[in-house]
């Protein structure tokens, strides 16, 4: 399974050479230069800072064990932003700003003894 998703497995996102910018996840046409642009693959920054957040108390199917949790937009060191769940970091220290870093955790799994599905989230350093 990890090997179709390199976005979430690898954070790998696109910059384009015309206009300099780079997105995430990985984009086939620059918003900003559209055709004219030129896209190449990028690795992603593993750090960033949190431009907006908000905690869920009542979560989507399959994911009720995990609240309450953050999820917030991470603003990447290249300015890439993501949408990205906050782990392992105590309420007063999630706000606007805050540093972040990338960590590798489970997202979910099929059954006890199903394929476990592994991805991104961030963490407050």
Sequence with gaps: MWRNIPERYNLLGTHCQTC??????????????????????????????ILSY??????????????????AIVELANKATLLTQIVDSKADVVK?????????RKIYEDSPEGAIAYGYKFRVV
């Design 20 to 49: 300099g910018k780079y997105y995430f996840p990985m984009r086939r046409v620059c918003p900003t230069c559209r055709r004219k642009g030129k896209l190449v693959d990028a690795k992603m920054p593993e750090t960033g800072k």
């Design 96 to 104: 606007e700003g805050a540093r972040v870093e990338l960590v590798f």
């Design 54 to 71: 908000s905690q869920v108390f009542v979560a989507p199917s399959g994911f009720e064990h995990e609240t309450p949790y953050f999820l």
